[in-house]
C-alpha cells in the first residue's frame, strides 16, 4: 500500500550497513517510524534528514512491517536551522520535547499544525530565538489541553502549577518567573524576543514548565537540552 504524507523529522537511526530508520511526526499519523533503504552515503538525502526538517514522503507499506520511503522531498526552506548554532540548538530542544511527550501514533491535526508553524518561524525570523523555546512549551501546553488561566494581575502574581492558575501565594515559580510565563501566554510567537529574562530564570523556567507538562501527563521527563541552552544562550 502505498503511503503519501508530510513528515517532521526527529532524529534518524542508523540501521545495518547502508539503511535509516527515521524517527518522526506526520501529519496523517502521529509519531510514526519509516525505514530508509541505501540511502545513508547520499549527502543530499542527508541533508533533508536533519532534525526538524518537513518532507513531503511517499512510502510503501506492507503488512506489519515499517514503511519504507521511496521518494521524498522538502516541504519548507529550513537551511538557517541548519546553518545557525541558536536555531539548531532550539531545534534539538524541539524533538527532545516531542519524542518525550508525544507518544501517540494517531492524527492530531492541531499539533502538527502548531510544530509546522512554529519549525518555519523558527527559521524565518531574524530576531534572536533565546525565548523561542519558553514561547514553545507554554503553548505545547494550549495544544495539549493544560493551558493554564491568564488571570495574572497585581494581585495574582504567582502561578501555582498545581492549581493552573496566577495566585497571591508564592507556589514554585517565582515572580518574576510568574510573569515571563504570563507573557509567553498572551505575546505572539514572533514577538516573543522582546521578553526580558536572564539567562538562569530562562532555564529555570524551562525546567518548571517541564514539571508541569509532565505532572499532566502523568510521566516524568527530564530533556537533557535545556542544558545545552543555557550554555548557548547564556
Partial sequence: M?????IIVLNTIKHGDNGLVVQCYSRENGRMAFFLRGRTGKRSMNSMLHRVSILDTIAYESGSHMPVIREM??????????????????????CEVITKFIRESEPNPALYS??????????????????????????????LGFFPSSNYSAENKYFDP???????????????????????????????????????????????????????LGITIELKSIKILHEIFS
Fill in 2 to 6: 502505498v503511503v503519501k504524507t508530510q
Fill in 73 to 94: 522531498s522538502p516541504a519548507a526552506d529550513l537551511g538557517p536551522v541548519i546553518t545557525d548554532i541558536y536555531k539548531n540548538t532550539v531545534a534539538i530542544f524541539i
Fill in 114 to 143: 502548531f510544530l509546522s508553524s512554529n519549525i518555519q518561524i523558527l527559521a524565518a525570523t531574524d530576531h534572536p530565538v533565546y525565548n523561542f523555546h519558553l514561547h514553545f512549551l507554554a503553548h505545547l501546553c494550549r495544544i
Fill in 162 to 216: 498545581q492549581a493552573a492558575r496566577f495566585t497571591d501565594i508564592p507556589s514554585g515559580f517565582t515572580e518574576n518567573e510568574s510573569l515571563i510565563f504570563y507573557r509567553l501566554m498572551t505575546t505572539p510567537l514572533t514577538e516573543s524576543w522582546k521578553i526580558n529574562g536572564s539567562g538562569k530564570e530562562r532555564t529555570s523556567l524551562a525546567g518548571k514548565l517541564t514539571s508541569y507538562l509532565s505532572e499532566h
